[in-house]
């Protein structure tokens, strides 16, 4: 039923939960996972470049580099995963590599975010349920 699988994360609790359901989906179908990390540096635009923000956009790429390697790590099965690392909004990036390696299925975890704060910033979760051309499971 599925070939490619693409599985955002973020190192949080959810996307771990996500990663473990996205590995048994993979193991039971005989899917590829296509594992992203985006790296969000919106807050940096406009600032001078220099050596404080370069070196911040090292950390910020490392960590991604770091989230993706842990979910190497929770792969027992030896199931083929890829990796993609991107910069810029987490759910239009998301959307653009599920388009790109025509995924068949997103698997990703709930943001946690409640209150002001989903209504302020949005949720990446409902913007990638709410525009993906393909299915979504959200874990939560």
């Given at each position: 039923?599925?070939?490619?699988?693409?599985?955002?994360?973020?190192?949080?609790?959810?996307?771990?939960?996500?990663?473990?359901?996205?590995?048994?989906?993979?193991?039971?179908?005989?899917?590829?996972?296509?594992?992203?990390?985006?790296?969000?540096?919106?807050?940096?635009?406009?600032?001078?470049?220099?050596?404080?923000?370069?070196?911040?956009?090292?950390?910020?790429?490392?960590?991604?580099?770091?989230?993706?390697?842990?979910?190497?790590?929770?792969?027992?099965?030896?199931?083929?995963?890829?990796?993609?690392?991107?910069?810029?909004?987490?759910?239009?990036?998301?959307?653009e590599v599920a388009a790109d390696e025509d995924v068949d299925l997103i698997v990703m975890g709930s943001s946690g975010k409640s209150g002001f704060d989903r209504f302020i910033m949005g949720s990446v979760a409902d913007k990638v349920v709410n525009s993906a051309k393909?299915?979504?499971?959200?874990?939560?």
């Amino acid at each position: 039923m599925y070939k490619k699988i693409l599985v955002p994360t973020d190192g949080s609790e959810f996307a771990k939960k996500a990663q473990k359901h996205a590995l048994f989906l993979a193991g039971v179908t005989g899917a590829e996972i296509i594992a992203v990390s985006v790296t969000e540096n919106n807050f940096v635009n406009g600032l001078p470049l220099d050596d404080e923000v370069y070196q911040l956009n090292q950390v910020l790429n490392e960590r991604s580099q770091e989230n993706l390697e842990e979910f190497d790590k929770l792969n027992a099965d030896n199931i083929k995963i890829s990796h993609v690392i991107k910069e810029g909004s987490p759910a239009r990036c998301i959307l653009e590599v599920a388009a790109d390696e025509d995924v068949d299925l997103i698997v990703m975890g709930s943001s946690g975010k409640s209150g002001f704060d989903r209504f302020i910033m949005g949720s990446v979760a409902d913007k990638v349920v709410n525009s993906a051309k393909c299915a979504v499971l959200v874990i939560h």
